[in-house]
């Protein structure tokens, strides 16, 4: 498997994660073979290091540094909060044109359901509408079906913060198996032939620890969820520098 790179410098470099790939071995999945950390390292035919992460189903641009050093320099920027991060992604229902989501997370997000005792840390999510659409379609108790796209950008960095912010405010990303809702992905798999979660990182910008400027950083969603976009009527919808990445 030759994964997708979007950025190669002498001590940066970084791929465009498909969905269902993990970074590293976890003991969440322990019968997973694949980890981007080993087929980067494989494919460049050198050691790499990751500085932040995705989830496994969350496609999108994922950045490694080459030499251990760099990945804590970087690192410490997501940390800090120094990063723009963008993210799109496909929702339930007819989402507001801006909001501003904050709403504290857990610290451990292994499972959604309270219980005592378990700390929750502050999070932000800014979010603007792209399009919506409404398919003549009925799922559970209404006549049709209302979905969004929507660009989704994280102030703070906390594990499920824009599945769970999504829930929050009762949009939950389609396909979204811990999160979501379960009629909702059953109709975009049977409907769309939609295998994953629709949520994937387009843009990542960041302070380049040598050569002391902005890098940013664009990709293209992958093939299986620029597919259910263009079913979905999404694809004019897009930011012109996601239509214009290769």
Known sequence: MALDIV???DWLIAINKPSGLLVHRSPIDRHETRFAVQLLRDQIGQRVYPVHRLDKPTSGILLFALQPDDARRVHQQFSEQQVDKQYLAVCRGHTPPHCRIDHPVRSVADHYTDSDGE???PAVTELATLAHTEIAEPVGKYPSSRYSL??????????HQLRAHMKHIAHPIIGDAKYGRGEHNRFFRQYFNSQRLLLAAWSLSFRHPH?????????RPGADFCDTLAQLGFIEALPAEIRDAP
């Open 119 to 121: 700390q929750r840390r």
């Open 150 to 159: 929507v660009q989704l950008k994280p102030l703070t960095g906390r594990r």
């Open 7 to 9: 950025y190669h410098d």
């Open 211 to 219: 050569l002391q400027q902005t890098v940013r950083i664009v990709a």
